[in-house]
């Protein structure tokens, strides 16, 4: 099936040009009206609705957001919808840029783009879901893609609802009247230190062991409100049997249980029914990991 295109580009020379780039057949230019001014976003939506595109190639109007309302309003519609804006303007700022990706536009191009520029830009947008290669030749790839997709929406799921756990909690509990002590263990002092870093930049005050004998010495000791753990730990013990020694053992409950693998595959194991564990982590490795990894661990407040 091949994707159509609908260009809305004001510029006679620029739209003649971005048009001549798509002569091979591999793209379907839908004729397009010829476009009035440009009145409210809800109107130039309904006109782009009403021709079924693929993919919407228009001018960037920074003024009021009028080209990202005119995608939200549009994609509404027709929740495929893809938009691509070509840029101009000396007014665009970067932060106009960010809105338009954040909102969902695929693609950013300025005015002097080149061909070869247009046609990866093009590749790139479609080369998603598989709505247009032959349904019987791709059946197995759109499910498995779907599936993923499933998996991705419940993950985003339980992360806004443990975001939201915890912006009730900042909103309707006073400053300091929470413990905020932290018992680290692992066997690694690269990753004791790592991880002991990053939540005492978080305002956390942390303890660390290096064994398992140690660190159930502390937890008697010290009370700590949230306990992070290695799966591996020394002389084959895990983090599961820490927490069944901790908890099941020693009854000592009132702690929120977090055991750290760099192996998400493990994660199923570590979370099953009877082990005690309240949460697995993977390792934060990057700034988007470190930052759920510290919002998940500040749940441990809460529940």
């Not at 130039?44 to 080209?67: G, H, N, R, W």
């Not at 992070?228 to 599961?240: A, H, P, Q, R």
């Not at 949460?279 to 759920?292: A, F, M, V």
Request: aromatic share 8%.
């Amino acid at each position: 099936m091949t994707p159509n295109i609908l260009f809305y580009v004001k510029d006679k020379t620029l739209d003649g040009k971005l048009k001549s780039f798509l002569v091979d057949g591999k793209y379907r230019v839908l004729d397009n009206p010829d476009w009035g001014p440009p009145g409210s976003s809800t109107a130039l939506a309904a006109d782009i609705t009403a021709l079924k595109p693929d993919l919407v190639i228009m001018d960037y109007v920074s003024e009021d957001a009028f080209s990202v309302k005119v995608l939200q309003e549009a994609v509404d519609v027709l929740p495929a919808l893809d938009f691509v804006f070509v840029d101009g303007s000396p007014q665009t700022t970067v932060e106009n840029v960010v809105m338009a990706f954040n909102e969902g536009a695929r693609g950013f191009l300025s005015s002097d783009v080149t061909k070869q520029l247009l046609l990866t830009t093009l590749a790139r947008v479609f080369s998603g879901p598989a709505r247009f290669r032959p349904i019987s030749e791709d059946a197995s790839i759109l499910e498995s893609e779907n599936q993923k997709l499933g998996q991705k929406l419940s993950k985003l799921k339980v992360h806004l609802n443990s975001a939201q756990k915890l912006v009730n909690y900042l909103l309707t509990t006073p400053l300091g009247s929470q413990p905020r002590k932290v018992l680290v263990l692992s066997d690694s002092g690269y990753q004791r230190e790592l991880i002991k870093k990053i939540l005492e930049d978080s305002n956390f005050m942390v303890i660390t062991s290096a064994t398992m004998e140690d660190a159930i010495s502390q937890v008697l000791s010290e009370k700590p409100r949230i306990i992070i753990s290695d799966y591996n730990l020394e002389e084959g013990k895990t983090g599961v049997d820490f927490c069944k020694e901790v908890k099941f053992t020693h009854k000592f409950v009132p702690c929120y249980f977090v055991v750290c693998t760099a192996g998400e595959e493990m994660i199923p194991k570590i979370m099953a029914p009877g082990n005690g564990v309240d949460d697995s982590l993977l390792k934060p490795g990057n700034e988007t990991l470190i930052s759920e990894f510290i919002t998940r661990i500040a749940l441990g407040l809460i529940l």
